[in-house]
């Protein structure tokens, strides 16, 4: 396959025409999307036996997010767990809401596409958005309960599933200099430094990005894995994972940037220097070029995408930030003008808009380009299908006119070619 689709259970309430005449009413593919070139992506319902031999239906396209589980090896010699065995398998998770009667649990997925084995672990926090996996552990940023939630990526001995242990959440409100900044927390990407230092998270609500320090975040976790795997009884087992659930670890806040209040942070993307770093805000929509020194971000560059010429059928919301045609360029969405944008950095950190082009359809959540070629594929939410433009060797893109029917798509993912 070149691509997994993710996406929402439930259409959202409000449904706009579709920008193209003519196109498709959109089902969710019971078969893999041919496209272009034999590329592929396909929606997956894989019919599993957990570790209990219960059989289960894990609907992997009720996702909005998706990622295949690489990592580097974590830093200073950690132990970490057996990545060759997290060959072929994907993480996602599942954004669900208290108002879902069928499941109202959010949760992280674990699966494996080529051998049909999922595996699906509750998460007690609101609206999962984001996740990142460094090896040793899953983070995943939860928007409405403004939590970092952490889990082990652990397994039993004589098991074949990955065993996901959620361990607790990280509050970014429970701190008193949060407190200060804004009223509600709205963690939207998570991940590290290139240095493996720090924890970071674009906080949308507070207009900051957080950072917590790694090395102590990951001796604590494993205190509480190591108190999990010494726990004999089943019945005390379930207490403290229940206790570990509710209680936050508390640990050292420190704010590497501060926005101007309204800009809402939402996705960081490092350059391959380790050194420069492309911040993409929703709110204001903005993209901003840093640099990171000394455990700070210092801003030196910043380019509007909001009064961009556009489909203007709401605010412009900037959602998805990538790199693509080989890192040449950004490539940026927008909720509302229903743009996609094409930008380049310079080694200054100067950003030049190179081209935009409508998406093809309404509310751009996420877009890849899944091959080499330039073929870049959006997923627009509220149209119900994905679109395909095309992205040329000097950063032009062009809309084509085809169109892929895929019930509110929210996140694509570059599979195994």
């Not at 209680?247 to 391959?272: I, Y």
């Not at 640099?291 to 709401?314: H, V």
């Not at 950063?395 to 019930?407: E, F, N």
Request: with cysteine; glycine share 8%; net charge negative.
């Amino acid at each position: 396959m070149s691509g997994i689709i993710g996406g929402y259970a439930r259409p959202a309430q409000h449904r706009p025409q579709a920008a193209a005449a003519g196109s498709p009413a959109a089902e969710p593919p019971g078969t893999p999307l041919t496209l272009q070139d034999n590329q592929r992506l396909t929606s997956l319902e894989l019919t599993t036996l957990d570790t209990r031999g219960r059989a289960a239906v894990v609907d992997v396209s009720d996702c909005s997010y998706i990622i295949r589980a690489q990592a580097e090896a974590p830093a200073g010699g950690e132990p970490q767990a057996d990545l060759a065995r997290w060959q072929d398998w994907y993480l996602a998770v599942q954004e669900r809401s208290p108002e879902n009667q069928t499941d109202p649990s959010s949760a992280l997925l674990a699966f494996n596409p080529g051998t049909g084995l999922a595996r699906r672990q509750a998460i007690p926090a609101l609206a999962p958005c984001f996740l990142y996996f460094d090896g040793l552990y899953v983070f995943t940023a939860d928007y409405s309960s403004g939590t970092i939630s952490c889990l082990a990526a652990d397994w039993q001995p004589d098991a074949s599933l990955p065993e996901l242990l959620y361990l607790g959440a990280l509050r970014p409100g429970d701190s008193q200099r949060a407190r200060q900044l804004s009223a509600a927390s709205h963690v939207h990407w998570v991940g590290t430094d290139p240095q493996q230092r720090w924890l970071l998270a674009t906080d949308l609500g507070l207009d900051c990005i957080l950072a917590y320090p790694l090395q102590e975040l990951r001796q604590s976790l494993g205190r509480r894995l190591a108190l999990l795997r010494s726990t004999l009884d089943h019945d005390q087992l379930a207490h403290l994972k229940r206790e570990f659930s509710l209680l936050p670890l508390t640990l050292p806040l420190h704010l590497p940037l501060t926005l101007p209040g309204g800009s809402g942070p939402r996705h960081l993307l490092w350059d391959q220097d380790g050194f420069h770093a492309y911040l993409l805000t929703e709110l204001s929509c903005e993209l901003f070029s840093l640099k990171w020194q000394s455990d700070t971000f210092d801003i030196q560059d910043r380019l509007s995408l909001k009064e961009l010429p556009g489909n203007q059928e709401a605010l412009p919301a900037a959602a998805a930030l990538h790199w693509c045609q080989n890192r040449q360029f950004l490539l940026a969405s927008v909720r509302g003008s229903n743009l996609l944008c094409s930008v380049k950095a310079a080694v200054n950190g100067q950003l030049t808009l190179i081209s935009c082009s409508d998406c093809g359809g309404s509310w751009p959540r996420d877009f890849a380009q899944l091959t080499g070629t330039g073929d870049i594929y959006c997923a627009n939410e509220r149209s119900d299908y994905l679109s395909r433009l095309k992205l040329t060797n000097d950063g032009q893109l062009t809309l084509t006119r085809d169109r892929y029917p895929v019930l509110a798509p929210a996140c694509l993912c570059n599979g195994w070619l």
